[in-house]
């Protein structure tokens, strides 16, 4: 059961454009919610993140938006830069019980400059 | 910085061979976490550990186990390792707050031939 989900598997963007990647969540426990980037053979580096009592969280060219009625996020990058192709992962988690963090499936981003 | 550092970056073992992975953290973090990359699958939770000696079986424990105990080592044990089994692993720790995001190890990528 895929609780975290990102049903785009791949995304093409032109350099200076608006990138957005979607992410849609089931389980309402979830109250932390974090964005990674992932290059080929390498680890996840963390992004951007929110918390549920926000609806939207802004770092630089990265923005993240929370609709907790739609169980859904997503991530806005202006400008997009051919630096920002990667896989990009969805996370969540909750603050009851473990953390454990659960991970979407990516979302391949390609920025053509 | 925080530094997850995983013991190899790439591994070759046999079929039905015991197999060790290794990973240390440097941040006195309470959680550290194993994880799988695969094509299409995203990152799926291994294993968890929110203490020394302590763990919890993520969403695909089955031919895994998970050893931890000191606190910044985590190993991630393959029992008999199966060709299936061939993956990118990663592991990562976390401070255990609240709203608080997982640092990774640059992964490390077994063939089970």
């Known amino acids: 059961d895929q609780q975290v989900k990102q049903n785009s598997p791949s995304l093409s963007v032109q350099e200076g454009r608006i990138s957005i990647l979607n992410c849609d969540y089931t389980n309402s426990m979830f109250d932390y919610f974090l964005w990674y980037k992932k290059y080929p053979a390498e680890g996840p580096t963390f992004l951007i993140s929110i918390s549920s009592i926000k609806d939207k969280n802004e770092d630089g060219r990265f923005t993240v938006f929370l609709n907790k009625s739609a169980k859904h996020l997503s991530l806005h990058i202006v400008p997009s830069q051919p630096g920002d192709s990667a896989v990009y992962f969805c996370?969540?988690?909750?603050?009851?019980?473990?953390?454990?963090?659960?991970f979407g499936t990516g979302t391949k981003l390609q920025v053509i400059p | 910085d925080v530094k997850v550092t995983q013991s190899s970056r790439y591994l070759v073992k046999r079929t039905g061979e015991k197999v060790f992975l290794e990973c240390v953290q440097d941040?006195?973090?309470?959680?550290m976490f194993w994880y799988r990359q695969d094509p299409g699958l995203g990152l799926r939770l291994i294993y968890f550990s929110y203490d020394v000696k302590m763990k919890e079986k993520g969403d695909i424990p089955e031919g895994y186990s998970v050893s931890r105990e000191k606190k910044e080592r985590f190993s991630l044990i393959l029992e008999s390792a199966s060709t299936n089994q061939t993956s990118m692993y990663l592991c990562a720790s976390m401070f255990a707050g609240i709203d608080t995001e997982a640092f990774f190890g640059q992964g490390t990528r077994l063939t089970v031939v």
């Open positions: 941040m006195d973090h309470e959680n």
């Open positions: 996370a969540a988690s909750a603050k009851r019980g473990y953390q454990k963090v659960t």
